[in-house]
């Protein structure tokens, strides 16, 4: 899916959390909006860093995993790498941790606050190779303007 304006979700994005100063109401809403503005995601949600582990916040979808090791699966590869993780086919991605049988690709972006790591948004989608380079790089733009929100008002999850 290349038709996606990122420029205008991103701006929409700040009119949404940019006088909310609740970070619990604004990862919430962050969820909501992308689940619902990006196409073919079965589950999307925020993994909050607790010490070594991710833990489970904001979501939509089935229910999840709630606790995932850093280093462990797709997010724990994203938390431990400080790097995005585009996975075509979750089914060849060793360690992969099935939460939802039904994905069959992700993405997940680390989120960065005072430049160090305190999550990573995590989509799903049902559709193999569904996450293109556009998407990654549109999905970073977001997150990093979810992120810049929440240094502006001092406080994350």
């Known amino acids: 899916m290349t038709d996606t304006d990122y420029r205008l979700l991103r701006s929409q994005l700040i009119a949404l959390i940019d006088d909310e100063t609740d970070a619990l109401a604004n990862a919430s809403n962050f969820v909501g909006f992308l689940y619902h503005a990006i196409d073919d995601v079965n589950w999307l949600g925020i993994y909050v860093l607790r010490g070594n582990e991710?833990?489970?916040?904001?979501?939509?979808g089935k229910p999840a995993c709630v606790r995932?090791?850093?280093?462990?699966?797709?997010?724990?590869a994203a938390a431990a790498t400080l790097e995005t993780q585009r996975v075509a086919d979750v089914d060849a991605f060793?360690?992969?941790i099935v939460c939802d049988a039904n994905s069959r690709s992700e993405l997940v972006v680390p989120l960065l606050f005072h430049d160090r790591l305190v999550g990573v948004l995590d989509i799903d989608s049902p559709t193999q190779d569904r996450f293109t380079a556009y998407d990654q790089e549109g999905i970073e733009s977001l997150c990093n303007a979810y992120c810049e929100m929440h240094v502006q008002h001092d406080r994350f999850i």
């Open 94 to 96: 060793p360690g992969h």
């Open 54 to 60: 991710l833990v489970l916040g904001p979501f939509q």
């Open 68 to 76: 995932i090791a850093v280093g462990v699966g797709v997010c724990g």
